[in-house]
Each structure stands twice: as structure tokens, then as C-alpha cells.
């Protein structure tokens, strides 16, 4: 296990990291680390963090993360591929993402919202005690079925539902358990050789054959809806216009799709389940939240907000960053040499072809040079004044640099519906059942809560 002793038994990955970063930071510009058999280094110093992620980013543009297109497809998307491939695809895929784009889909996620303010109405009925990161999850379930796949999962309605069931699974249940992930990270070209997959079987099964109905459906019958998976199937069926590709396959077509649900419904699910947390906690915020909210609402008729007026609410924004501050959904980050590396200012340093860099995304938000008491819970630090004194590496809850978080307009669009409506229309405290501490889950790829996050939730404005 190298230096991973714990992993995802004891400790989640951000952890070791993070805790490697306080340990070593000040001795050099990074810090050696064996993952499994493979050496790899611990990025301690801002300067080299700059380079890595932005100034050299050809000689960092890979992730270095394991996937395997052949024998296990869905793994084949932009956030784990590289060379090449990477940049044919963020270049096409970026359209999808733009503002403009986002206004198109913005009225999905109001009829979500109504329907989520409906559901929780009808649950304090029957306890005031709510999950509200599970709460969350199938708000943000609904949102991305239907823009990514065009069907209406209705998952706030049946809590049963397998879109959320298997997204779930994928992050928090490994098909392998910490060794044998230790070997195939160690060892990843033999691993491919060997046809190692990491999907569990039954995610696989349930993701490609509902991609493929999909598809075979809108194909079929003419259908656009001008949402995500449209965009892919252009890229598929136009294979001109991505000539360095070759035209997307069916695989790859079905991996972006899976990618954008994955990392959509869980990464804002837990943001936003986080952010509850804190605000139970702290009813000064939580009030100052809500008056700042409910201004802006009360200008328009139910609580139809603009798409434009949503996203310039500072108060909203300051809690949410403050939010991936203190919980990263990426804990840690990774790049990887593609050539000889010598660190500069330090000669005598030299990062080989092919090391794995950790980027202690946890560690640099919990250090205290650059946020003082970084226990607690303050959105003044990302007031403008603030952010505009701080440095871009210093934050990096969507990362940083030309692979930065491609979804970060989305995400940030249904966090922030999501928060403002709840916030408006209820308000939360602590529980018997609220986890103080938080303990986060080892097992899950992204920073996640171990336990159901439990609320006390009461009513105090009446439904729309």
C-alpha cells in the first residue's frame, strides 16, 4: 500500500494527502509519496502548483487516472482520458457549457424546484426530521435525467428510483477493494492488458442500455430537446466535425453522457447538503441568506426568479464557496508528467516522465497561511474584496487552469436554485440525528458525509 495504509478504510484519499501536505509543506516544492508500488509526489509549494496547473499545463495535461475504453467503456470520458483525445473533446464539448446554454436548460430546473418545495412539504407533514443531502440528491437526479437523457425520472416522487440508486453506487461502492486498486493504479498498462475494469457489473449493464434506448429512440423518431445528450449525438453523427477523433462512438457517446450525470447529480447533492449543514449551525448566516434571498425573489411572481438574477446573488455565491472550502468535493486532484520536469528555481529537483502529481486540494483549504482559522465556517472570505486579494491556486473548488471543471456553470446554476429555494421557504436547525462532527465516507472517490445528513426542518412560508 506504499503510503496509503487506510485508504478507504480508515481514511478517504484527501485525508492522507492533505495531512501529507501540513506534514512536509515548507521542506520543498513537493514531497515524495509511494501510492501502491508507484512513486508519486505531493505538490507543497504554490509557485510549482501555478506551473502544474496553468503556466506548464502541456507537460501537466494528463490526469494520470486509471480507465480502461476497451474492456470497461463508461470510464472513457473527459474527466479521466488524455493527449489528444482530451483536447478534441473539451474543445467540442465546451459549447454545451456556455452560459447561453445554461439559459436553455434553466427552465428544467425551475419545474424541479416546484416539484422539490412540493416534496418536502408533504415529508415535514410526517417528520420534521429530514435527510436533506438524500433530499438533494433526487433534486438534482431529476434535473440532470432530464438534460442529460431527455426522461423524466421523477425520483423526488419515487425515492426508490434506479437513476439515483446506481449514480450512488458507482461513487461510493468500488468494484475492487483498496489492494487490488493499489495494483491496477500501480501497474495501469498491465492492468488494461489484463482487461481490469472498475465499473461495478449491474452500473455498467444499467447505464449503457439505458444510454442506448435513449439514443436509439431520439435517432429513431427525429427528437431534439437541444440538451446534452443532443449536443453528443451531433459530435457521433458528425464525424467532420471532429476529424482529430474520428467521429465519436457509440462508447464514447455513452461515456460522456454517464460522466455528466455522475459528477453533476453528486458533486451539487453534497455541496448543497454541506452548505445545510453549516447554515443549521449558524442561524446569523442563515438569516442573512434568506433576507438576501427573499429580496430578490419577492420581484418576481412565483418565485419565478431570471436565470441572470439567480446567478447575482453575492451572498448565495459567498456560502456556496465557502461551502467547497471547507468540504472539496475533490479533495485532491492529480496530474501527470508527460516529460522530464525541472522544478524552477530548484535544479537539483527533476519530477520524472510519468510521475502521478497530487494537487492537497483539502490541505491548501485548510491552511492556515491562507485562511486563518480554517475550522470555521466564514462566506466573508470569498466577499469580492477578499477573492480579489487571494490567489486563483488558493481556491480550487472547480480547480484551476485550462482543465478546470468543465460543468462548473451547471453545477453552480442548480447548487444555487437549489439553496435559495429550500432557504426561502424553510428554515433548518440541528437534530438528534445530525452528525456533529461531520465524519466523511473513506470508500467514496469524492468527499462525501459517511452518515445521512439529518435536519430538523420547519415550514415558514406556505406553498406556492
Known amino acids: 500500500?506504499?503510503?496509503?495504509?487506510?485508504?478507504?478504510?480508515?481514511?478517504?484519499?484527501?485525508?492522507?494527502?492533505?495531512?501529507?501536505?501540513?506534514?512536509?509543506?515548507?521542506?520543498?516544492?513537493?514531497?515524495?509519496?509511494?501510492?501502491?508500488?508507484?512513486?508519486?509526489?505531493?505538490?507543497?509549494?504554490?509557485?510549482?502548483?501555478?506551473?502544474?496547473?496553468?503556466?506548464?499545463?502541456?507537460?501537466?495535461?494528463?490526469?494520470?487516472?486509471?480507465?480502461?475504453?476497451?474492456?470497461?467503456?463508461?470510464?472513457?470520458?473527459?474527466?479521466?482520458?488524455?493527449?489528444?483525445?482530451?483536447r478534441s473533446l473539451r474543445a467540442k464539448m465546451s459549447p454545451t457549457f456556455t452560459?447561453?446554454?445554461?439559459?436553455?436548460?434553466?427552465?428544467?430546473?425551475q419545474t424541479v424546484g416546484h416539484r422539490l418545495l412540493d416534496v418536502m412539504y408533504e415529508k415535514i407533514e410526517q417528520s420534521s426530521e429530514l435527510d436533506m443531502r438524500d433530499i438533494m440528491a433526487h433534486f438534482n437526479t431529476d434535473i440532470i435525467g432530464s438534460v442529460a437523457f431527455g426522461i423524466e425520472c421523477n425520483s423526488l416522487k419515487n425515492p426508490e428510483n434506479r437513476f439515483l440508486a446506481m449514480g450512488r453506487k458507482s461513487i461510493e461502492v468500488p468494484r475492487h477493494n483498496a489492494l487490488i486498486m493499489a495494483l491496477i493504479d500501480s501497474f495501469p498498462e498491465l492492468a488494461r492488458k489484463l482487461g481490469m475494469r472498475v465499473l461495478p457489473e449491474d452500473v455498467h449493464r444499467f447505464f449503457m442500455s439505458m444510454i442506448k434506448e435513449t439514443v436509439e429512440y431520439r435517432e429513431k423518431h427525429h427528437i431534439r430537446r437541444n440538451d446534452f445528450l443532443d449536443m453528443v449525438l451531433d459530435l457521433k453523427n458528425n464525424p467532420e466535425s471532429i476529424a482529430t477523433l474520428g467521429g465519436l462512438t457509440f462508447e464514447e457517446l455513452a461515456a460522456?453522457?454517464?460522466?455528466?450525470?455522475?459528477?453533476?447529480?453528486?458533486?451539487?447533492?453534497?455541496?448543497?447538503?454541506?452548505?445545510?449543514?453549516?447554515?443549521?449551525?449558524?442561524?446569523?448566516?442563515?438569516?442573512?441568506l434568506r433576507h438576501e434571498v427573499n429580496e430578490v425573489f419577492d420581484q418576481f411572481p412565483d418565485d419565478n426568479i431570471?436565470?441572470?438574477?439567480?446567478?447575482?446573488?453575492?451572498?448565495?455565491?459567498?456560502?456556496?464557496?465557502?461551502?467547497?472550502?471547507?468540504?472539496?468535493?475533490?479533495?485532491?486532484?492529480?496530474?501527470?508528467?508527460?516529460?522530464?520536469?525541472?522544478?524552477p528555481d530548484h535544479p537539483e529537483y527533476v519530477i520524472p516522465k510519468g510521475t502521478l502529481l497530487f494537487i492537497p486540494v483539502l490541505g491548501i483549504h485548510f491552511d492556515p497561511e491562507f485562511y486563518?482559522?480554517?475550522?470555521?465556517?466564514?462566506?466573508?472570505?470569498?466577499?469580492?474584496?477578499?477573492?480579489?486579494?487571494?490567489?486563483?491556486?488558493?481556491?480550487?473548488?472547480?480547480?484551476?487552469?485550462?482543465?478546470?471543471c468543465i460543468g462548473m456553470r451547471f453545477g453552480k446554476m442548480q447548487s444555487r436554485l437549489g439553496l435559495?429555494?429550500?432557504?426561502?421557504?424553510?428554515?433548518?436547525?440541528?437534530?438528534?440525528?445530525?452528525?456533529?462532527?461531520?465524519?466523511?465516507?473513506?470508500?467514496s472517490l469524492v468527499w462525501s458525509p459517511k452518515h445521512d445528513l439529518y435536519l430538523n426542518v420547519e415550514a415558514i412560508r406556505g406553498r406556492i
Request: glycine share 8%.
Open 99 to 109: 452560459s447561453g446554454k445554461m439559459k436553455c436548460m434553466y427552465d428544467t430546473l
Open 306 to 343: 431570471s436565470y441572470e438574477v439567480l446567478m447575482d446573488i453575492p451572498y448565495l455565491d459567498q456560502i456556496l464557496c465557502e461551502t467547497l472550502r471547507k468540504y472539496p468535493v475533490g479533495s485532491a486532484l492529480t496530474r501527470q508528467s508527460l516529460n522530464d520536469y525541472v522544478v
Open 420 to 443: 435559495a429555494i429550500v432557504i426561502r421557504h424553510f428554515r433548518f436547525t440541528v437534530c438528534s440525528r445530525t452528525d456533529i462532527p461531520m465524519q466523511i465516507n473513506p470508500e
Open 256 to 288: 460522456q453522457v454517464y460522466m455528466f450525470f455522475v459528477a453533476g447529480f453528486e458533486t451539487s447533492s453534497s455541496t448543497m447538503g454541506f452548505a445545510l449543514y453549516e447554515l443549521a449551525q449558524n442561524q446569523q448566516l442563515q438569516d442573512r
Open 1 to 86: 500500500m506504499g503510503n496509503m495504509q487506510g485508504l478507504r478504510t480508515k481514511y478517504h484519499v484527501g485525508e492522507i494527502i492533505a495531512n501529507y501536505y501540513h506534514k512536509y509543506k515548507g521542506s520543498g516544492p513537493f514531497a515524495g509519496i509511494f501510492l501502491g508500488h508507484k512513486p508519486a509526489a505531493v505538490i507543497l509549494d504554490k509557485d510549482l502548483l501555478k506551473q502544474v496547473l496553468i503556466k506548464e499545463f502541456s507537460n501537466f495535461a494528463d490526469r494520470g487516472l486509471y480507465y480502461n475504453e476497451k474492456d470497461d467503456p463508461l470510464t472513457g470520458h473527459l474527466v479521466f482520458v488524455g493527449g489528444d483525445k482530451w
Open 372 to 404: 486563518p482559522n480554517p475550522d470555521e465556517f466564514d462566506p466573508e472570505r470569498f466577499s469580492s474584496e477578499a477573492v480579489k486579494q487571494r490567489d486563483s491556486v488558493e481556491f480550487l473548488g472547480f480547480g484551476d487552469g485550462p482543465r478546470t
